[in-house]
């Protein structure tokens, strides 16, 4: 009988509290692993445990800052003391931070690159030592389609995404004969809030959010595509079909990203230019 995907795997997510990351952790309960949720907010995390254990899941919450590499590398090593391994960890924590180049201070950037770059950077390095030693794991990096094909106007978020798709493809090949799989995901726009906690230099989330001519996907259907690429290891795990078609552009001739950036720019500028003028009457 062939061994059902996710039961009784050791996992850990981090930004499990809320969005994308909520929603991995109860699929991966609904599945039968036992999910270790963590977050900076460690009422959120050990909420959303509480919620699996309630469902018949088994879980725990933890505080995590994935920006204290100390502190993720203590967290593993408790998780493998208590369940004897390590099996995947899902590296799902990550901020937004939007405005153009021009105007983001360097303080916006450093923020960014520590939570969505250097915070996955702590999680799988620690992790593939880890999982190296035991010769078996999955390190599954949540990037963007951002990561891919750019992101105008989220200058600092995309360029910690390109991090983060550069760590996993590179990462991927060393640990290929050593039992170590790592997956970088990158979606578009999915409902998870993740705008709801943004920073906005020179616009608000609702002129961002204006300017995204795509329907969000469902933050309980994109986990489980994530998993489905995970149950399949594919290197990149890029949905849905829209996000595919970009990336495909983009691989085809990176100009086509550039257009379709410099469009998004162009939008935002006539619309700043608009409000910034006085009517004409």
Not at 20 to 46: P, S
Not at 143 to 170: D, H, N, Q, R
């Amino acid at each position: 009988m062939a061994a059902i995907p996710f039961r009784n795997a050791v996992t850990v997510v981090t930004g499990g509290a809320s969005g994308l990351g909520k929603a991995l952790c109860e699929e991966l309960g609904r599945r039968g692993a036992f999910v270790v949720v963590t977050d900076v907010q460690e009422e959120g995390a050990r909420a959303v445990a509480e919620g699996i254990a309630a469902a018949g899941g088994r879980a725990s919450g933890a505080a995590l800052d994935v920006r204290d590499a100390v502190a993720f590398e203590r967290l593993l090593d408790e998780t493998i003391a208590a369940q004897g391994r390590l099996d995947y960890l899902f590296n799902n924590a990550g901020i937004a931070a939007a405005g153009e180049a021009q105007s983001l201070p360097l303080d916006v950037w450093r923020k960014v690159i520590d939570i969505n770059l250097w915070g996955v950077i702590h999680g799988a390095t620690a992790a593939y030592a880890r999982m190296v030693r035991q010769g078996s794991g999955h390190i599954v990096n949540v990037a963007s389609l951002a990561g891919i094909g750019g992101m105008a106007l989220g200058i600092p978020y995309a360029t910690s995404k390109f991090g983060v798709v550069g760590l996993s493809l590179t990462l991927r090949a060393e640990g290929a004969d050593l039992g170590v799989k790592v997956s970088a995901v990158c979606p578009a726009y999915i409902q998870t809030g993740i705008f709801d906690h943004g920073t906005y230099v020179g616009t608000s989330q609702k002129g961002v959010e204006s300017l995204i001519p795509f329907k969000y996907v469902d933050v309980d259907v994109a986990a489980r595509k994530v998993l489905r690429g995970v149950e399949r290891n594919r290197p990149m795990i890029v949905f849905p079909f829209y996000a595919r078609l970009l990336w495909w552009l983009t691989r085809l001739n990176p100009e086509n990203a550039v257009r379709v950036n410099r469009k998004t720019a162009q939008a935002f500028r006539r619309r700043s230019a608009r409000r910034e003028r006085p009517d004409q009457r």
